[in-house]
């Protein structure tokens, strides 16, 4: 069914445009070339030269401090915030697919750029990552927006995980990417990633271009039976027909309990994400190592967001919860495991094998964060959920560049496992008040501020077997 493929090459985006935030994560060990720094390297920042069997190529290096490091990585979420509340209103004016184009296409430019900017000055290459989370803070709403015609009720949260599950999937195709090309001279070293992350940006536009549709009815490779189908589901274009009602989303607690929900989650997720690798040099393990060991949560966490998703919509079909109960009922999970493991990671910060289990299960249960979070927002508000997406890009941007500069005030005199558990606390502290907050102000219907025009069909979708038409 072409809504599935929609959803799929919605995910294939999330993919690429996260792998081009996700290289820097593990580059920049080689960029400062943490694996094998000499004193003579360390005196010359601009470049050092690697010899192997094959070629000898000149790959730069740079003396960038850990507080440095901490810098470049976080900037990334300086841009982010920035496009976070007005992306939602931005995408609904350009349209989804648009918009995914846009981000697919400046990102890959961006990302070439990144080898030429740390060459010329920190500050440009600073710059560089800040436009990068400028133009990605587009893509969340982009996506929901392409999504939000081609996604039946029934089938909401299995259509939104396969979407964002994109994410999950960038990590293990990027991790382990970036560190075989960082680590082969033969392959022009770490620049090379970059420029490799970009080419694919550029092919899956055309993809998107050609095959991606923002309306089921200007498909032309869809089948009228579909569109008759997915039509049933349809509302108004709030953009063009209803002003969006900012004061009543903004004190509606329906909208902050998915903000500070979505926002523990990104603080939680982007942490591990940005600073695993770093976290796992303090025990001593070699590039292949880290590269398997930051490449295994991800698969879980996929495989999780998949599960999570399907299990959602079965449980909702077949009445076992009702719909709010099943988001409150994998907010417990979603927000509970991982706050539970990054605590008592603190009283194993000698025991190497007992900190990377408990982080792997936190990571990957966070997967379920389209089950819980992301689709509630469609649920409370079909016909303005892109304006709440960017609302909720904002508060996960907000926190994306204040982890980094946490954790560079606590291991500045003392890179210490006991300094990262601390960190972990602050983390689960998070999730336990926004799990509490949703549990308490969630909910799960359209709200009278949303204007919504929902059909009876929609209404009872939940609670029947898919309409043979679907088919």
């Known amino acids: 069914m072409k809504r599935y493929f929609v959803a799929v090459t919605c995910c294939l985006s999330w993919i690429c445009v996260y792998c081009t935030r996700l290289n820097m994560n593990i580059t920049i060990i080689s960029m400062v070339n943490k694996w094998n720094t000499t004193e003579e390297q360390k005196s010359n920042h601009n470049a050092t030269t690697i010899s192997d069997d094959s070629a000898t190529h000149l790959i730069p290096t740079f003396d960038w401090d850990d507080q440095t490091q901490q810098h470049i990585l976080g900037s990334f979420y300086y841009g982010y915030i920035i496009s976070g509340l007005p992306s939602g209103w931005l995408a609904g004016k350009i349209g989804g697919k648009r918009s995914i184009v846009i981000v697919l296409l400046l990102q890959g430019l961006l990302s070439a750029m990144i080898p030429w900017a740390a060459g010329v000055e920190t500050s440009l290459l600073t710059i560089v990552r800040v436009l990068q989370g400028v133009i990605e803070g587009l893509l969340m709403p982009a996506v929901y927006i392409t999504l939000k015609k081609w996604i039946v009720p029934s089938e909401r949260s299995t259509l939104l995980s396969i979407a964002y599950s994109g994410t999950s999937i960038a990590e293990v195709c990027c991790y382990p990417l970036s560190m075989w090309i960082s680590t082969s001279p033969s392959l022009g070293g770490w620049p090379t990633s970059y420029y490799t992350f970009s080419t694919i940006g550029v092919l899956l536009s055309i993809i998107f271009i050609a095959f991606v549709f923002d309306n089921p009815v200007d498909d032309p490779y869809i089948s009228t039976q579909q569109v008759e189908y997915l039509k049933s589901f349809e509302v108004k274009d709030s953009n063009k027909?209803?002003?969006?009602?900012?004061?009543?989303?903004?004190?509606?607690?329906?909208?902050?309990?998915?903000?500070?929900?979505?926002?523990?989650?990104?603080?939680?997720?982007?942490?591990?994400?940005?600073?695993?690798?770093?976290?796992?040099?303090?025990?001593?393990?070699?590039?292949?190592?880290?590269?398997?060991?930051?490449?295994?949560?991800?698969?879980?966490?996929?495989?999780?967001?998949?599960?999570?998703?399907?299990?959602?919509?079965?449980?909702?079909?077949?009445?076992?919860?009702?719909?709010?109960?099943?988001?409150?009922?994998?907010?417990?999970?979603?927000?509970?495991?991982?706050?539970?493991?990054?605590?008592?990671?603190?009283?194993?910060?000698?025991?190497?094998?007992?900190?990377?289990?408990?982080?792997?299960?936190?990571?990957?249960?966070?997967?379920?964060?389209?089950?819980?979070?992301?689709?509630?927002?469609?649920?409370?508000?079909?016909?303005?959920?892109?304006?709440?997406?960017?609302?909720?890009?904002?508060?996960?941007?907000?926190?994306?560049?204040?982890?980094?500069?946490?954790?560079?005030?606590?291991?500045?005199?003392?890179?210490?496992?006991?300094?990262?558990s601390l960190m972990f606390r602050i983390i689960a502290a998070f999730h336990i008040f926004a799990m509490i907050f949703f549990l308490i102000f969630a909910k799960a219907e359209q709200q009278e501020w949303s204007h919504g025009n929902i059909t009876k069909q929609e209404m009872k979708s939940y609670n029947t077997i898919h309409d043979n038409n679907e088919k």
């Open 241 to 420: 027909d209803i002003p969006v009602p900012w004061c009543d989303m903004l004190t509606s607690t329906a909208v902050w309990s998915i903000i500070f929900a979505y926002t523990a989650y990104s603080f939680s997720f982007g942490f591990i994400l940005t600073e695993g690798p770093n976290f796992l040099l303090i025990f001593g393990f070699d590039p292949t190592m880290i590269a398997i060991l930051t490449s295994i949560p991800p698969i879980l966490e996929f495989i999780v967001t998949l599960l999570s998703g399907v299990a959602a919509d079965v449980i909702i079909r077949r009445e076992y919860l009702n719909v709010l109960n099943t988001r409150k009922f994998f907010m417990i999970l979603h927000m509970g495991i991982p706050a539970i493991c990054l605590f008592f990671i603190g009283y194993f910060e000698n025991h190497a094998a007992k900190c990377v289990i408990l982080l792997t299960v936190a990571f990957a249960s966070t997967g379920m964060y389209t089950t819980s979070t992301l689709t509630n927002i469609m649920e409370i508000s079909k016909e303005h959920s892109q304006i709440i997406v960017g609302m909720v890009t904002t508060g996960a941007a907000a926190v994306g560049f204040i982890g980094p500069l946490i954790l560079g005030a606590l291991i500045k005199e003392d890179n210490t496992a006991n300094q990262w």
